[in-house]
Nanobody, 115 residues
Framework: QVQLVESGGGVVQAGGSLRLSCAASGSRFSISTMGWYRQAPGNQRELVATITRGGSTDYSDSVKGRFTISRDNTKNTVYLQMNVLKPEDTAVYYC?????????WGQGTQVTVSS
């Protein structure tokens, strides 16, 4: 049973920083792409950033230059360093892992940016 456990969300003032972590466990196979998505109230879930096992990254235009995704393959953990946070970054952030052709999701962690 694959589980993804996120941590690091919270409340921060605009301009501040937060670091999210997501640890995956229970997989007998290698995790290929890992990523972060977010969903604000009334909005659809959207891509924030992804990273392949080899370290190639992709970011949404709204977070480029402010957020950095990284991963530690030895720990099956992905991180999201979020700097210069804006009120529009407020959302529930979800971790995602792709194993073979299956998608796995974390339970989500709330990030709230006050103005």
């Amino acid at each position: 049973q694959v589980q993804l456990v996120e941590s690091g969300g919270g409340v921060v003032q605009a301009g501040g920083s937060l670091r999210l972590s997501c640890a995956a466990s229970g997989s007998r196979f290698s995790i290929s792409t890992m990523g972060w998505y977010r969903q604000a109230p009334g909005n659809q879930r959207e891509l924030v950033a992804t990273i392949t096992r080899g370290g190639s990254t992709d970011y949404s235009d709204s977070v480029k230059g402010r957020f950095t995704i990284s991963r530690d393959n030895t720990k099956n953990t992905v991180y999201l360093q979020m700097n210069v946070l804006k009120p529009e970054d407020t959302a529930v952030y979800y971790c995602n892992a792709v194993i073979w052709t299956n998608d796995y999701w974390g339970q989500g962690t709330q990030v709230t940016v006050s103005s």
